[in-house]
């Protein structure tokens, strides 16, 4: 059974100290938000995540969520804290206060995600596409809609869903076939198998609001044919009660490797009635609206199982006692903690530097989100959208692939304990283990990465970023120039493989295509890199206030920089050797 | 559901082609084992292991091993098919015909461990600690012991045990509690507790013969009390027939991650009568006899679960249709099989030339076994010795590491297919976990190499190692200049962090030790360059008699040169950044 404690003050450090975001601070909403009331949500969010939360994750792994005579029954003990979970007001910590909400900004609860996904992601994704459904439906749909449908989400009574993939479409969603057919009074009635539904079905709430992507009779094949439907699973009527159950069945649920507390459900609509949301054709934008906010959750899912992961194998390598340490002479068979072994403490420093340089990247996005979406003068929430735009790919795949890793290495350090169901570790290795595939596998982010973000309709995104960062390391502060020294290596690299990868995308598609994955890399080892460089200029400045902190954060940071920073060299080298003769492979 | 095809083509190649090693070709014993016959037992392998056992993998995730009153269950199907696997002589492969043995050498029972990881490595482990067993025995034991109890070892009618591992030492043998007590009749009793310990127990043999490390009343604490002990689970009688149930019970079974057809056991020693094997507290250095060829064993099951991985995705990819490739014009919704995108194609050359190269790698290794073993010859013996145990860790640890990668890239092109059970590929992604962990954990193995293994009594082994490749690169032929070019970059690499480590073995071991992960790699990647040079090498020269099969080793080649060596420039220049910032990290 695994043990967490919320890291509330590496969280608190960053938001007093790190909420430097000049366009930030500018946004009206949010000047009540202090760090006395930020900690004090955070405790409380500490507390339901260590003591109910916590212990859903192996009850959901022992008695997975089942499909019975056609309803889904979540795991034991998960109805209850759901219902603890939503008086306490966590579904709606980042909503509107105008539906219910608490008008939280992503900062907080982007921190808020991460405790939760610690505590057991299963139990997350109950409510997690319900935040997606909202977001999306506030963006989109009619006064109307929102009224009828928002506050009972924000209230975490009725839940969300986003219904894309079909048997035949997963990445490429111009293939669908669900058939949406107009009726008279300008509703609609869907008809069509969607498949891998997270939260499809179950029995935590009164209602369920499916967000269903379809395509209307009328319209073309392809991309260019698809719209975006609200369809709940009891109609509602006017005056806002339940009425008769919609045509969505619940066709079966996957047995999956991990997460196994949440539903992964198969959903028939046979005639279901549904509303069109957002204009006619151009349901893809529509859902990206909340698939692009989806999938920095999915980074920050797997940041907080890493989180969890490194948190357990820290505490079990100092109370396992294995093998001597080269400062141990004792000539009888006395052993030393594990932790004093190098290559363990090198493992544990991979961890931490990792996460923890990844928490302050996305703390540094949270902020850009929230320009995005609040600021008053439209360049700024451009230029913000452009960065969120640009990261989002980066922050799902980077995220979660060191998700994977970081899991990985945890186990290794429980040995052959780590293998066994007893400890937990192999629990979060597998329920992480969906993160680099759900949202867009991580191809799919390096794709869209490559082809799509590194230059749109506003400009080079990629060089704006750039120029960003190269303004950040001009600064003077003697104990961080041989940090900047390393960064701006570094960056000089990734500036040779941008360069060589815009060309790529012009004139040699298959080349850019087969280095899209490195590229990804190597800008995410940049973007942490960077958001190290801005945790240092805190640690030197403000030093002497905390000394133990910032010790920590410092030796933390010179290990990503010697160790983990190296890595960009084997992505550079091995992506542009080119992809003729992976073309011209004949896999017989 | 996972299919499989046994790589024989592949293995006939090698051992056609690459038996080039004088030495092995000079031992007598194997005269007679001709490519006809070899390519007849492969393929009866390819036969049992693709219709009679692949199916049992799936049975045993499905309904794992069991404890029931006491006694290990088998899953369903298993007893049937070990029954006709023993039938057919499996089991004795590779033993000595005066035990009823085949007597095959390890480059034929290599590939057959290989077909078998493929095909069930849960079921595998029933009979693969057997030959552990019966190398020990037939190394240590008196000609007594070995008539008593190899036949039936050969024959697979009674199955063998590896007992290391007790609650407060897997890695440190050193703190082991179990005791033996000498009896006026020259024997043992022993008591304590084993955990860990595969197949040590189940249905499927009528005996079960342990060895067992343990201290004798009179040794000394610490590595240097420590004797090993025959222990059967039934005893023996003088005719050879069972006799009385011997005081072993089993405890427990492990619930894991995977390999769940796979009894894990924890076994309690009460009294139970033992023989000594070998001299009194000298028990590690024989059970290493059999735990350094288990090693490469382990090894070889990372490989198998690779090959079975990287055959089911390539065959996904080629039925499952999605997006557009970067040829692909067409304006409608049409899709490509996910083969014609770059990514995937990348992916999936990554998998093959890094499985490939291991397997010629292997095959090498067990010629240099068999020469180390076999041959007249006591200088020539002990260098193949050297080389043997210098790769030993190396094979075990890439290998497996390599085996998580290729299941999880495996995982990734199914997509959230992949993470159903439906496909199987979660489960190779499960089951091969524990390779990197059992036979000693990966760092073990990088620890072994570092410390142990580059320099010995004989010298300066990976000297030596590094000497052979630079001959076997004076090569003149034209086109494989830019291969050997390529080798001699990254062997130059080696050559300097050959030398810093061993300057930091002497001077500072903590460096060394941070290090050790990142040499076995470094180490392991020339080697499987240096495997895949000997492949070219032939392909170029008998070029003309199998075009197709060459130039398809020729581009898997240029792959692994262009895209996986190049990871040895991270691996070289983290790891050398040294240590000091880690050992003086305080992990509060």
Redesign the interface.
């Known amino acids: 059974m695994t043990t967490y404690t919320a890291p509330v003050d590496d969280m608190m450090f960053l938001y007093e100290k790190l909420r430097n975001n000049k366009f930030y601070n500018e946004l009206d909403k949010y000047k009540d938000v202090t760090p006395d009331l930020v900690k004090n949500i955070l405790e409380e969010a500490a507390k339901i995540n260590q003591n109910l939360i916590l212990p859903l994750a192996k009850a959901g792994d022992e008695q997975p969520a089942v499909l019975e005579n056609g309803v889904v029954r979540t795991p034991p003990g998960y109805k209850e804290a759901y219902k603890k979970y939503i008086e306490d007001g966590w579904t709606s910590l980042s909503c509107d206060p105008k539906y219910g909400g608490q008008g939280m900004p992503k900062t907080v609860s982007a921190f808020f995600d991460e405790m939760l996904s610690s505590a057991s992601l299963s139990f997350k994704l109950y409510s997690e596409l319900s935040i997606g459904a909202y977001n999306c439906i506030n963006h989109h749909a009619t006064d109307d809609v929102k009224k009828k449908f928002l506050p009972k989400m924000v209230e975490g009574k009725w839940s969300g869903t986003m219904c894309l993939?079909e048997p035949?479409?997963?990445?490429?969603l111009?293939?669908l076939k669900t058939k949406a057919v107009e009726q008279s009074d300008g509703t609609y009635k869907l008809t069509g198998q969607k498949?891998?539904i997270t939260s499809g079905d179950h029995d935590l709430t009164e209602n369920i609001i499916h967000l269903v992507i379809a395509r209307s009779s009328d319209s073309p094949?392809?991309?260019r044919g698809i719209s975006l439907f609200l369809v709940p699973k009891f109609i509602v009527n006017e005056d806002g009660s339940l009425g008769p159950r919609n045509g969505i069945s619940t066709g079966s649920i996957?047995?999956?490797?991990?997460i196994k507390g949440s539903a992964t459900c198969v959903l028939n609509f046979d005639e279901a009635a549904g509303y069109m949301i957002g204009p006619k054709n151009k349901g893809l934008n529509s859902m990206f609206t909340m698939m692009n906010l989806e999938r920095i959750v999915v980074g920050i899912q797997g940041l907080g199982i890493s989180e969890i992961a490194y948190q357990n194998s820290?505490i079990y390598?100092?109370e396992r006692?294995?093998?001597k340490s080269?400062k141990n002479n004792s000539?009888?068979?006395s052993?030393d903690f594990i932790?004093e072994?190098?290559?363990?403490?090198?493992?544990?420093?991979n961890m931490k530097s990792i996460i923890e340089g990844e928490r302050a990247l996305c703390f540094w996005l949270s902020q850009q989100t929230e320009v995005s979406l609040n600021h008053n003068i439209e360049e700024v929430k451009q230029e913000a959208a452009d960065y969120v735009s640009l990261m989002t790919p980066v922050v799902k795949a980077l995220f979660t692939d060191m998700g994977?890793e970081i899991t990985?290495e945890a186990?290794?350090i429980f040995?052959?304990y780590?293998?066994?169901?007893?400890q937990g570790i192999?629990q979060l290795?597998?329920d992480n283990?969906?993160t680099?595939?759900?949202e867009g596998?991580?191809?799919v982010q390096?794709?869209d990465l490559v082809f799509r973000k590194l230059i749109n309709k506003n400009g080079d995104i990629i060089d704006r970023y750039i120029k960003m960062i190269k303004k950040d390391l001009e600064n003077n502060n003697e104990k961080l120039s041989p940090f900047i020294k390393d960064l701006n290596i570094y960056l000089d690299k990734l500036i040779s493989f941008t360069t060589w990868i815009k060309d790529k995308v012009e004139n040699s598609?298959?080349?850019a295509?087969?280095a899209?994955?490195d590229y990804l890399k190597v800008l995410g080892l940049i973007a942490v890199g960077h958001s190290w460089i801005k945790v240092l200029e805190v640690s030197f400045n403000d030093y002497d206030n905390n000394k133990?902190f910032y010790?920590?954060k410092i030796?933390?940071a010179?290990?990503f920089f010697?160790?983990?920073l190296?890595?960009?060299?084997?992505h550079c080298?091995?992506a542009m050797?080119g992809?003729g003769?992976?073309?011209?492979?004949?896999?017989?």
């Open positions: 993939t035949v479409c997963g990445t490429d111009g293939l498949i891998f094949s392809g991309t996957e047995s999956k490797m991990g820290l390598s100092k006692k294995q093998g080269n000539s009888n068979g052993a932790i072994h190098a290559d363990i403490r090198r493992s544990l420093l994977s990985s186990m290794q040995g052959g780590g293998y066994t169901k007893d192999e290795y597998r283990r969906i680099p595939i759900y596998t991580n191809s390096a794709i598609k298959d080349d295509n087969a899209c994955n133990e010790e920590d030796q933390t010179r290990f010697q160790r983990v190296p890595r960009i060299d084997t080298i091995s050797s992809s003769y992976i073309m011209d492979f004949k896999f017989n």
